[in-house]
């Protein structure tokens, strides 16, 4: 168990709708990055927070956001959402926004979109 | 930007053959990290190299960062069934952006 928790696990949706992807990092880690990894896919960075700032943006599409809130638990929001968007989405943590530190990964959310 | 490459893609071995993944990059890295997962699973913390020729061991892994902090390997001596998994390597720029790698996906017949 990495300390990063992901809700929900699973999610099925129709092409169109909106959906919000939901993480809590570890207790402590400052730093949390979003990551979306289709089927046999690499993981492809989206972005990262640090404390409640925007720090770092990867391939991350217009029809996607996220923030980070006072509690350091993160939201990814996804809307408009076509078939291609079905994929694995990590949250992962770190302790540190700038520094090389590892990141711990969360379980995962899985996004069916049909 | 940045681009790190991976190979092989899949590498199939016998239960106690060794196995190697190559990761290069498009550009000078300030460190790289290696990270394992198993299928189903999450991405999980191997180890981190910083400086140039680095080399660390982790038990049967072996892991090698290059003179020109461009290119690192991964190492296993004698693999066993529960070595297999997708390894990724993730490089960190000077941008302070990492890049995964797309990952080696090993399997291991016993």
């Known amino acids: 168990d990495s300390g990063v928790t992901q809700t929900p696990k699973h999610l099925i949706t129709a092409t169109g709708q909106r959906v919000t992807l939901r993480c809590s990092p570890r207790?402590?880690?400052?730093?949390v990055y979003w990551y979306q990894q289709s089927l046999d896919q690499g993981l492809q960075f989206l972005i990262q927070?640090?404390?409640?700032?925007?720090?770092a943006k990867g391939n991350i599409l217009e029809r996607f956001s996220a923030q980070q809130f006072p509690d350091l638990h993160s939201e990814l929001n996804l809307s408009s959402l076509e078939l291609g968007d079905s994929a694995l989405y990590f949250c992962?943590?770190?302790?540190?926004?700038?520094?090389?530190?590892?990141?711990?990964f969360g379980p995962g959310t899985r996004l069916t979109v049909t | 930007g940045q681009q790190v490459m991976q190979i092989p893609q899949y590498q199939h071995v016998q239960e106690g053959e060794d196995f190697t993944t190559y990761c290069n990059s498009s550009?000078?890295?300030?460190?790289i990290q290696w990270y394992k997962q198993r299928p189903g699973g999450h991405p999980v913390f191997l180890i981190q190299?910083?400086?140039?020729?680095e080399v660390k061991k982790q038990k049967r892994l072996t892991f090698q960062f290059g003179e020109a902090k461009k290119n690192s390997s991964l190492h296993i001596t004698a693999t066993q069934t529960t070595d297999v998994g997708t390894y990724f390597c993730?490089?960190?720029?000077?941008?302070?952006?990492?890049?995964f790698g797309d990952g080696t996906t090993l399997t291991v017949k016993p």
């Open positions: 993730a490089g960190l720029g000077n941008a302070g952006k990492s890049t």
């Open positions: 190299l910083v400086k140039s020729g």
């Open positions: 992962a943590s770190s302790s540190s926004g700038s520094l090389p530190h590892e990141q711990y």
């Open positions: 550009t000078t890295l300030s460190n």
């Open positions: 927070y640090y404390n409640g700032e925007e720090r």
């Open positions: 207790s402590g880690d400052l730093s």
